[in-house]
Structures are given as structure tokens and as C-alpha cells.
């Protein structure tokens, strides 16, 4: 049973983004994101026009005319949401942490799945993978899913994008559309990445901050690791420690960025500071337009 308050925000949610969900991502999410394959449908008579490889050789020595196999695009998807849990993940300079925006991000994408009739199934992990639900449909089963992403509360503050991964391929049996949600502050996660995405479809949706890109010149700091708990004292009024930092932020964006474009990962970024909203229209148009 989800608690009155739990479900208020999972409304609120659904009522912020039921416009993007019904106007976008009902005609986009459908283009861009392609079924199993074709299946079956029927056998008709052949008619002048019909590709010939398509006859049903079968039915046709059967009835002494030719008949062709009608197949359809297998529509069903399986959409799994892969969302980093680790400590990182609380921390925002804005308006909200990345793990809230992760999670109304992840949302949506459910809530549109399910508008699609597809299922949606979660894994949250930390440096294991800590929740597993299957997929499935149903608007209770989503709002579980949501319910889940909102309000776990992980045992781990560490990240293993390695590890969450081969969970995910080990469970996940059929192609599925993975959204692999982190701020990717991680290591070693190429291999397991290319794998993933060779027997699934899989996105990266990077989340950040502001403050991840450029030190505020405010003095004495002290700042602690979320994952592992290490406190520094930064003197962040030196212009040679705010320009390292800054250094440091553009090299681990451009290792990332690296890596997605040597795995063939497809790739949005979602700010604290800004609307995803704008970063989903921006991923499905530059899909749709590679898949004209």
C-alpha cells in the first residue's frame, strides 16, 4: 500500500508532466524506440506488387495459389530504468539534488512506457545493486516502480556501473530499452557498457551540477565525499584551484563523452539547473533524424 503522501507526490508528478508525456513522447518515444522485431500476422492471396520473398510456399501448394506471409513490427518494449543510488547522488547547489531530478526524470520515462503499453522494470544500485523489480505493466505496477525511486533509501554510497550491468544482463533476457540514469563519477565501466549495449538498447541519461564544473570563489571549504566520506579543507579563493577544478571537470566530461561515442551509447545530460524537458525534445528529435 503506498502512503496518502507518497501517492500526492507521484501526482504531483503525473500532473507536471502529463502534457510532455501525452504530446511528445506518445508519437516520439513510439518512433524512436523500435520492437522486437516482426511477428506473424496472417496469410492472404498474393496480389501484383507483393514481394515475392514473402510468399508462403506452404499454403500456396495447399490451395494452388499463391499466398503471401503478412508480419507486423512486434510493438512491445521492455524498458528497465537503471538508477545510480549512490551517495554522489545527493548533492545539488541549486534548486534540488540530482538524485530528485533522477528520479522525477525516471518518472516520466515510466509513465510514458506504460502509455505505450510497454513494461518497465527497476534497478537501483549503489556498488551492488541493492532493488530489483521485474517488468511488468499496469499503472499500479508503475506506480510502484515510482513509488521505489522516490523513497529507497540505499545501504551503499559507493558506485559500480560495472556490476549493475551484468545484474542487468543476467535478468534481462529480451532486447529492452535501458536507461542507465548516474552521474557516471565512476571508473572502469567501458567493457561492461560496449556489452550491454550490444544485446540491449541502452541510453545514458548523465546527471549533474553546476557546482561539478566550477568551484565558487568563497573562501575556506570543507568539503566531503559522498562516497567515500573523505573531508578536504579548499581554499577556493586561490584562482589556480578553481581553474585545476575546473581543468579537471572538462577532462572527465570529455573521457565520458569518449566513452559513449566508442560504445555507440547514446547519450543526454540533465542539469540541476536547468529542464530536462528540453534535453528529452532535444534526444528524441536528434533520434528521430538518425533514424529517417
Known sequence: MIPSEVMQQIRRIQIRTRRMVNEILAGQYESVFKGQGMEFKEVREYVPGDDVRSIDWNVTARTGHPHVKLLVEERELTVMLMVDASGSGRFGSVSRFKNALAAELCAVLAFSAIKNNDKVGLIIFTGDVELYVPPSKG??????????????????????????????????????????????????????????????????????????????????????????????????????????????????????????????????????????????????????????
Open 139 to 292: 499503472s499500479k505496477h508503475v506506480l510502484r516502480v515510482v513509488r521505489d525511486i522516490l523513497y529507497f533509501e540505499p545501504k551503499g554510497t559507493g558506485t559500480s556501473i560495472p556490476a549493475a550491468l551484468h545484474y542487468m544482463n543476467n535478468v534481462t533476457k529480451r532486447r529492452a530499452v535501458v536507461f542507465l540514469v548516474s552521474d557516471f563519477m565512476a571508473n572502469d565501466y567501458e567493457l561492461a557498457l560496449r556489452i550491454a549495449n550490444r544485446r540491449h538498447d541502452v541510453v545514458a541519461v548523465v546527471v549533474t551540477d553546476p557546482r561539478e564544473e566550477h568551484l565558487p570563489d568563497v573562501g575556506l571549504v570543507s568539503v566531503r565525499d559522498a562516497e567515500s566520506g573523505k573531508e578536504t579543507l579548499v581554499n577556493t579563493s586561490d584562482p589556480e584551484i578553481r581553474k585545476a577544478y575546473a581543468a579537471e571537470a572538462r577532462r572527465r566530461v570529455q573521457q565520458r563523452e569518449e566513452i559513449f561515442r566508442r560504445t555507440r551509447v547514446d547519450a543526454m545530460q540533465v542539469r540541476t539547473d536547468g529542464s530536462y524537458i528540453d534535453e528529452i525534445y532535444r534526444f528524441f528529435r536528434m533520434r528521430e533524424r538518425r533514424l529517417a
